[in-house]
């Protein structure tokens, strides 16, 4: 107990301490650490990050970084879209949603920079955040084992908040395995590892695993590889060797017979099996699984064909191309949010399956890719904007030698593959807060000295 009471004197005077030399210490901190509660507490941290950075405004601090005006400049091309959409109402209102774009960027222009080792401890503390998350969902699922003896309380999410599934569907188990991915690298990558730091990496691990997200998981295992091969401190030592041992593991990997059918059976056949997740729930037995030849060839569809994860954003990548040649909105798109009416209008043109009692159509589904939808609904500008975001990001995660860094602009590039992402409001925070977070202010030049002060 007195233990406990000493970490939690020595945390407050930190962030005390912390809070005394950049204002906007705690209200970054507390944004970033209240992206998976409630949107209502989420917007009040948002509140007071503005509010402090306002307030403690001072004209020395202003700096014009290229990097911090991308977000800007991809918000008022969001916002210009509302003079050419084609459902204006639903442009204007989803404007509020992607305000982070706009508000933290120029939070982080106007306040003061934070030091390399301010950074490190915002991660740091957001790990521990993370920790507790992971914990509370653990004992959550625990406990609904026991009255329900059901294991799915233990994987993924359920098909609406109240049913089965490790975390709420709100939340969405994709988006929490890029949260606490990160997380893990923070403890994962410290070179000198204490118990505690060995138990939430494990604890982590793992639960990225049991959140199920395919895509994620063979990232964030590619990334654990890499580190262990080419960033640790023993891998430099034995770099030939690492380079030989990792390419045999990678070429095993996809080169073992079952994965590769795997791939093929897919592609070829029909299979309720899928590299992600079905994308409406409730699936009735006896139905025809579409294969992602089928999903990029098939002329009609009928209400019995069903899509796997893979195979439904193989149809919209397809439906996407049509769109663009049919209404030639490549340099304009159809606007923010916007491009609903068009993707139903293929839906029942195609004849997908358009819902019934208890079960969604695949007309309501956006293009669960943030590249397609940003192309398809702010034209070429607004696709270019994020790609020379995520480019800026990896760049400036290499330069800085920071994995925690590298692993979030690596995972953020595998997961706009599957995810309209900045599409959904703890989304758009999270990405924009930790692109500002670490793309800002003092290069990440002595990342390993900011480790060990922590």
């Known amino acids: 107990m007195g233990n406990t009471y000493n970490s939690l004197k020595n945390v407050l005077q930190n962030l005390t301490k912390e809070s005394k030399e950049n204002s906007s210490f705690i209200p970054t901190l507390l944004v970033l650490v209240t992206i998976p509660l409630s949107y209502a507490i989420n917007n009040i941290a948002m509140g007071l990050f503005l509010l402090t950075v306002i307030f403690a405004f001072r004209k020395a601090n202003f700096s014009g970084q290229f990097y911090l005006i991308l977000p800007i400049a991809l918000y008022l091309l969001m916002a210009l879209s509302y003079f050419w959409s084609i459902d204006s109402k639903s442009t204007l209102s989803a404007l509020s949603k992607e305000i982070p774009l706009l508000i933290i960027p120029i939070g982080f222009l106007l306040s003061k920079d934070f030091s390399t080792v301010q950074k490190q401890k915002i991660i740091a503390y957001y790990s521990y955040a993370i920790v507790l998350l992971t914990l509370y969902f653990l004992a959550r699922a625990v406990i609904r084992y026991w009255s329900l003896e059901d294991s799915r309380v233990f994987f993924y999410h359920g098909e609406n908040d109240n049913d089965f599934g490790l975390v709420p569907k709100l939340l969405n188990a994709i988006h929490v395995s890029v949260f606490v991915a990160v997380a893990f690298f923070y403890f994962f990558t410290k070179e000198l590892k204490s118990k505690t730091d060995i138990l939430f990496s494990v604890l982590l691990f793992g639960f990225v695993l049991l959140l199920s997200s395919k895509n994620i998981i063979l990232i964030f295992i590619l990334l654990v590889l890499l580190h262990v091969f080419f960033f640790s401190k023993s891998s430099h030592k034995l770099r030939l060797r690492n380079l030989i041992v990792f390419g045999l593991i990678i070429g095993l990997v996809f080169s073992f017979g079952r994965i590769k059918s795997r791939f093929q059976h897919e592609f070829q056949t029909h299979s309720d099996k ?13 139905v025809h699984y579409v294969s992602l030849k089928e999903a990029w060839t098939k002329e009609k569809f009928t209400p019995n064909d069903y899509f796997p994860g893979t195979a439904f954003r193989v149809y919209q990548f397809r439906i996407f191309t049509e769109l663009i040649n049919e209404d030639k909105v490549i340099f304009t798109g159809f606007g923010l949010n916007a491009s609903y009416p ?14 019934a009692e208890g079960i969604e159509g695949y007309q309501n589904k956006n293009f669960h890719n943030q590249y397609i939808q940003i192309f398809a609904e702010i034209g ?6 994020l790609l020379l975001m995520l480019i800026i990001n990896v760049k400036i995660a290499y330069k800085s030698k920071d994995f925690i860094h590298f692993a979030f602009a690596i995972l953020m590039i595998s ?12 989304g758009v925070v999270y990405f924009t807060m930790m692109y500002c ?4 202010g003092i ?4 990342s390993k000295a900011a480790k060990k002060s922590i």
């Open 342 to 355: 068009k993707i139903e209008e293929k839906a029942q043109y195609y004849n997908l399956f358009l819902g």
């Open 274 to 286: 899928s590299l992600s997740a079905n994308v409406v729930e409730g699936v009735p037995d006896g």
């Open 437 to 440: 977070l670490f793309n800002s």
């Open 415 to 426: 997961l706009f593959l599957t995810e309209s992402f900045l599409w959904r409001q703890r």
């Open 380 to 385: 070429i500008f607004g696709f270019i904007l």
């Open 443 to 446: 290069a990440l030049n002595n």
